[in-house]
């Protein structure tokens, strides 16, 4: 039994080390929205993003970033892009993930 025991947790433990590192939503901002967002979401041509989209439910501001819908479900207008059509500068095509956009909104959230 305890053996059994001392087993899975090697195997768990090996298992986290072979996980993908989390993104990192500060680097993320930087290369994709902070040119129009401002550095640190502080604001710029768009509108600031630390201290209000940043508090957001998660799944709030996914919405916004992915698809271009504002808390009060209106669309967003241009140049705000539907990433979920787009892909972050160091995703070669393909989509954001939702880790990535949670990511981002922490870092924000970090900011305020
Ligand atoms: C090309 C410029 C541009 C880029 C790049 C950009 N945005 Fe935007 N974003 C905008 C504009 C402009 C608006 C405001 C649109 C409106 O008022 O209808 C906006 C609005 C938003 C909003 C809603 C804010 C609110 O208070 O209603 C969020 C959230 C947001 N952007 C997140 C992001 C994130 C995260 C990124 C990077 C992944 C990003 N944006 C990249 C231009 C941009």
């Known amino acids: 039994m305890k053996h059994a025991f001392f087993a899975i947790t090697a195997m ?39 201290g209000d989209a940043s508090e957001w439910k998660s799944k709030v501001f996914e919405r916004a970033v992915l698809s271009g819908i504002d808390d009060h479900g209106k669309p967003l207008k241009a140049p705000m892009p539907h990433w979920k059509t787009a892909s972050f500068t160091a995703d070669n095509g393909t989509a954001p993930t939702k880790a990535e956009v949670d990511a981002i909104q922490h870092y924000l959230h970090t900011q305020k």
């Open 12 to 50: 768990m433990s090996l298992c986290s080390f072979a996980m993908a590192a989390p993104p990192d939503g500060a680097a993320l901002f930087q290369d994709n929205c902070s040119a129009c967002h401002g550095p640190k979401g502080a604001g710029g041509s768009a509108p600031k993003l630390a």
